[in-house]
Nanobody
Framework: QVQLVESGGGLVQAGGSLRLSCAASGIIFSIYTMGWYRQAPGKQRELVASITSGGSTDYAESVKGRFTISRDNAKNTALLQMSSLKPEDTAVYYC????????????WGQGTQVTVSS
């Protein structure tokens, strides 16, 4: 059974920092591309950052220079360090694990709320 469990969300003032953690089980973590997505009320879910099995990273333009994604394969954990937070970063943040093309193995966590107050 695959599980992705996010933690680290909460309420923070603008300009503050938070670190999200995603603990994975039931998958061969090291071969998966890990991603963080977010969904604000009334908006579509969007990719925030991703990191491949080889360590290559990609970021949404809106978070470049402020967020850092990393992974610890020994601990089956993906991290998202968020700094200089803005009210527009307020959303539910979801962890994603993806592997393969045909078929694609795609798993989601339950989400963690991040609220940035102005």
């Amino acid at each position: 059974q695959v599980q992705l469990v996010e933690s680290g969300g909460g309420l923070v003032q603008a300009g503050g920092s938070l670190r999200l953690s995603c603990a994975a089980s039931g998958i061969i973590f090291s071969i998966y591309t890990m991603g963080w997505y977010r969904q604000a009320p009334g908006k579509q879910r969007e990719l925030v950052a991703s990191i491949t099995s080889g360590g290559s990273t990609d970021y949404a333009e809106s978070v470049k220079g402020r967020f850092t994604i990393s992974r610890d394969n020994a601990k089956n954990t993906a991290l998202l360090q968020m700094s200089s937070l803005k009210p527009e970063d307020t959303a539910v943040y979801y962890c994603n694990a993806k592997y393969g093309k045909f078929p694609t193995y795609n798993f989601w966590g339950q989400g963690t709320q991040v609220t940035v107050s102005s």
